[in-house]
């Protein structure tokens, strides 16, 4: 960590998000998670939006050694993990081309071999971009730190239940919650991440557009 915040000009751009239609999605496919064949978290769900949005940003799906930038053609998501000993980071690779069921399976199975050490090798190797989900806790704003050699680390708060002006002026109760993405200012500018958290926004609030 130390090393990473040392050798990159690390920034933090946050966004508010309307989560409401994103926890109901949600819901019903819980609810038919027998047809399904696989319960999806909100975790999931917003591990397959990076694989849509981060193809439309080469430069946050890239790797970049001080001297060279490498863009990807897939994503190869580093999902935080919390461990015993400390956060764990396994790799799902090819997120972008896979179901949402099959990135819900390959999250349980990589958290849970994470907890008990019998990670390989291989598992933990190759991201191009980490997400951080600390929705489960009483954090709103993070400053995630970039797992090198990466460019982007992509952070998601809690949601809180609040009284919202919607665009005809009534007032709603609405889930809100904070996307937050820490950048490489080497590599990325405001103006991109601005792009970026736009089209974030956009799945979140448009969740059907998650799984077309």
Known sequence: MFNSMQQMAQSTCVCEVDATE???????????????????????????????????????????????????????????????????????????????????????????????????????????CTITNVGMFPIDIGTPVINPPQTVICGFGRTVRRAVIMMDDTIAPRSMMNVFLTFDHQVLDGLEVGRILKDIQYYIEHPEMILA
């Open 22 to 128: 994103l926890l109901a999605l949600r819901a019903e496919l819980v609810a038919d998670q027998d047809m399904l064949g696989c319960k999806i978290t909100v975790n999931d769900l917003l591990c397959k939006m990076l694989g849509k949005v981060l193809p439309r940003h080469p430069l946050a799906n890239a790797t970049f050694d001080g001297k060279t930038l490498y863009t990807h053609k897939h994503v190869h998501l580093s999902v935080a993990v919390g461990a015993e000993d400390g956060l764990m980071v396994p790799v799902v690779k090819n997120v972008d081309q896979l179901s949402l069921c099959e990135i819900s399976k390959k999250v349980r199975d990589l958290a849970a071999r994470a907890k008990s050490k019998s990670l390989l090798p291989d598992e933990q190797s190759g991201g191009t």
